[in-house]
């Protein structure tokens, strides 16, 4: 399984990204996708998070900014963030995890919120 990332970069307070994420190999739909982020000197933690079913969980942090969402063939998550603050400044990452509890990680897109 890969999984690759992008969309990052650099927004003022207030502005808006959306980030890709495309996962190719061995996809299967009960494969739950989400985003995890990781400031620094900080402990990576759950952004939100996607079923094949459409069920979401955000943390508490982005709930009402944030929408995740993934395309009819499930292998593509989308993070559109929207009233971004400067406390969402991370290394962004995709995350794969399958019914065994089998995680992947894509490499990390930077997002930087500063004016």
């Known amino acids: 399984v890969q999984l690759q990332a992008s969309g990052g970069g650099l927004v003022e307070p207030g502005g808006s990204l959306r980030l890709s994420c495309a996962a190719s190999?061995?996809?299967?739909?009960?494969?739950?996708l989400g985003w995890y982020r990781q400031a620094l000197g900080k402990q990576r933690e759950l952004v939100a998070q996607i079923t094949s079913g459409g069920s979401t969980d955000y943390a508490d942090s982005v709930k009402g900014r944030f929408t995740i969402s993934r395309d009819n063939a499930k292998t593509t998550v989308y993070l559109q963030m929207n009233s971004l603050k400067p406390e969402d400044t991370a290394a962004y990452f995709c995350?794969?995890?399958?019914?065994?509890?089998?995680?992947?990680w894509g490499k990390g897109t930077l997002v930087t919120v500063s004016s």
């Open positions: 995350n794969l995890r399958r019914r065994s509890g089998l995680e992947y």
């Open positions: 190999g061995s996809i299967f739909s009960i494969d739950v």
